[in-house]
């Protein structure tokens, strides 16, 4: 071996492993238990020797040298240098040595022989690289004891410890050295710059700087590509500018400007084939001059996209993935990826945003690159229309319905060539209209991106409005009888014949179809009545509210009309009256359903008050009020509300006779004389605003 001066330590170790695919290669050697790519060149395990002779153990390696070229140990004091052959040598040694291992190791060295034909030093760089690691990473740090420790000779130990003490630690700048030539290979050029941004300007490896020239040249070729395109699409040359955006993307599988800008060039291309002018449709099959043939679809809020595939003369490369974006129109930088495949099978979008003109496009790769022009659609609209749009005939009119998409906003109805009315959410009734039928269109709103409201073209339908009875224009009580009856009276409708019949169903305003309660109405209806002359005598039982609702009837229809609420309060019972101290009284009695309010009078003193009590107060523990030692008599009744009839009810009354003062004790002053009426009670200040007293 010729020696020679070992080089200086800062340009002794490259920043860039060299190798691509390191971290799969790494984890192999780690997986054979090998620390670095010398290992399995310098400890290939020795045959078992044959029957009946002895094994004889090979002393151990002095060490591999690395300063100057990639030497190992050879016979006596030769020295090998590892290229091809070398390899192909230990390939064989691994092979006849029967060790598990043997298979992946003989892989490995097989890979990196590939790999030596283009660069013949890269092992070496390889080595150096790990090495460069391993020591920097080691507990106590770069020393020539790791150094020996990982298999390096003495006598350059030292050397490569003292380079490995400007080595990158573990962090970005390792990671970027790592990443970067694997990014350089596969065209990530857009990744590619930003990793050369943590790795030196100008450095001493010779792979790294002729890395970096490699991206400077593969940069400008596609900035200047970049360029092309933008001058050929601004004069109309669509053709040209597509190619030159092709090229510009495949220089830079990863550049988004070149995506977007092949993107845009596309649609450009599709509109030109296609009808431009004419407003965006719901359906686009696109002669955009790529041999892909887009068609787009919509179906009922979701896009189906479908496509040709490449012809067999595009695809001598390889299979061919087709991936599928979506952008807004005039904005292809904003293009999101809907599905990749392999196959022409249709692609369904469901996430379709609402409201804003949009293009699909369809971009064939080999692997990471543009194998051909995409095909993109002209712009398509999604306003999905009303679903389950459905009609019912109801009084004076019909009533439409339907099933609202999540994003809109709003919805309008057309009645035959009349102006749109705003509809509702769910839903639309339209009254009065006379009996007949009619075409109505629902269309639904969605938000464009400027704030303008976007309408769907509208989904139509038939309906037919009936004629229906009219609603009874006026129930009254006529009398309330001392002895509980009550006479009620009503109007008639101007069409169909009317009943007047005890409600227990859910309250309804005048005019709302009960169709369906019909046959329980009219069935349960007291026919004993003579309502020939409108005048219908009830006596409500002691306790209970009865609701008579007044229907008309025509033709199997029926509507509601007004309805009239009487009460018959049962009498207050059970009322009892306890005294709680010197200045208040707690009073308990049996409730008078139904009523909701009842009243509590009391008189004491000359002097008369009232409290209104509503039922949910009203617990076991009775009403307290104010009441003094003097004598009382206290009321109570039901409390009848305005907007009910109520037959009145006997009142509960009870007098409460004095109660005496406590007998003085032994020292204390007596009262004078009238000291209890005249004087004003204490708690007279704490009455409650709504306590009204009355002085005879």
Request: aromatic residues 6%.
């Amino acid at each position: 071996m010729t020696t020679t001066t070992p080089p200086a330590a800062a340009s002794l170790l490259p920043v860039t492993p060299g190798l691509p695919g390191f971290a799969g290669f790494t984890d192999r050697l780690t997986a054979l238990r090998f620390r670095h790519a010398v290992d399995p060149l310098l400890h290939i395990p020795v045959p078992p020797p044959p029957p009946g002779r002895t094994a004889v153990s090979a002393p151990p390696p002095a060490g591999f040298r690395v300063l100057d070229g990639l030497w190992l140990p050879g016979r006596g004091d030769n020295w090998d240098r590892v290229g091809s052959a070398y390899l192909n040598e230990c390939r064989r040694r691994w092979e006849a040595s029967g060790d598990p291992r043997a298979d992946a190791v003989r892989a490995l060295l097989a890979r990196l022989r590939r790999r030596m034909r283009d660069n013949p030093m890269l092992l070496r760089h390889l080595v150096l690289y790990q090495l460069g690691c391993l020591l920097t990473d080691a507990s106590g740090g770069p020393t020539a004891e790791a150094a020996q420790n990982l298999g390096v000779h003495p006598s350059e130990a030292a050397a490569l410890a003292s380079a490995a003490s400007g080595f990158p630690p573990p962090g970005p700048a390792r990671d970027a050295g790592e990443e970067f030539p694997e990014a350089l290979r596969t065209g990530r050029l857009h990744r590619a710059r930003n990793l050369a941004a943590l790795l030196p300007a100008r450095p001493a490896d010779p792979v790294l700087t002729a890395l970096l020239d490699d991206l400077r040249d593969r940069a400008s070729a596609a900035d200047s590509l970049r360029a092309t395109a933008l001058r050929r699409q601004t004069a109309g040359q669509l053709a040209t500018a597509t190619q030159a955006w092709l090229g510009a993307a495949r220089i830079a599988v990863d550049d988004p400007r070149a995506r977007a800008g092949l993107l845009g060039v596309a649609a450009l291309t599709a509109d030109r084939a296609g009808h431009a002018g004419e407003p965006p449709t719901g359906s686009d099959r696109s002669d955009t001059g790529s041999a892909l043939r887009l068609e787009v679809q919509l179906e009922e809020g979701s896009v189906v996209v479908r496509w040709r595939p490449l012809p067999a003369s595009a695809r001598h490369r390889g299979t061919v993935r087709y991936t599928v974006v979506r952008f807004p129109d005039g904005a292809p930088e904003q293009a999101v990826e809907i599905a990749t495949a392999d196959t022409v099978d249709p692609v369904r979008d469901t996430d379709v945003p609402t409201g804003t003109p949009l293009r699909y496009a369809v971009l064939p790769r080999f692997g990471e690159r543009i194998a051909a022009a995409p095909a993109a659609s002209r712009a398509v609209l999604s306003a999905p229309e009303v679903g389950n749009l459905r009609w019912r005939a109801v009084p004076d009119g019909v009533a439409l319905n339907w099933r609202e998409h999540p994003h809109a906003i709003r919805t309008q109805v057309w009645r035959d060539t009349e102006p749109p009315v705003p509809g509702g959410s769910g839903g639309w009734t339209g009254r009065p209209l006379p009996a007949g039928e009619f075409w109505f269109r629902v269309s639904a709103g969605y938000r464009a991106p400027d704030g303008e409201v976007v309408w769907s073209a509208g989904r139509t339908i038939r309906a037919r409005a009936e004629q229906w009875p009219s609603p009874v224009p006026e129930v009254s009580v006529a009398a309330v009888h001392g002895d509980g009856r009550v006479d009620i009276t009503w109007s008639p409708p101007d069409r169909g014949t009317e009943h007047l019949v005890p409600w227990r169903s859910w309250p309804v305003e005048s005019g709302e179809d009960v169709t369906p309660l019909l046959p329980a109405l009219i069935g349960g209806a007291d026919e004993s009545r003579d309502v020939r002359d409108r005048l219908v005598t009830l006596r409500p039982a002691a306790g209970t509210a009865t609701r008579m609702t007044a229907v008309s009837v025509m033709d199997g229809r029926a509507v509601a009309g007004p309805s009239v609420l009487i009460e018959a309060p049962a009498p207050v019972t059970d009322l009892r009256v306890d005294r709680t101290g010197v200045a208040g009284a707690k009073v308990r009695f049996r409730w008078p359903e139904p009523a909701v309010l009842a009243l509590i009078r009391w008189q004491q003193g000359g002097r008369t008050a009232e409290l209104r009590v509503a039922r949910s107060r009203m617990g076991a523990d009775g009403v307290e009020i104010p009441l003094t030692r003097q004598a009382a008599v206290v009321t109570v009744g039901a409390l009848p509300r305005p907007d009910v009839v109520v037959i009145p009810a006997d009142v509960a009354r009870l007098e409460l006779p004095a109660e005496p003062l406590p007998a003085a004790g032994p020292g204390s002053t007596p009262l004078p004389a009238g000291t209890e009426q005249e004087r004003r009670p204490w708690w007279r200040r704490l009455w409650p605003p709504w306590f009204r007293v009355q002085r005879p």
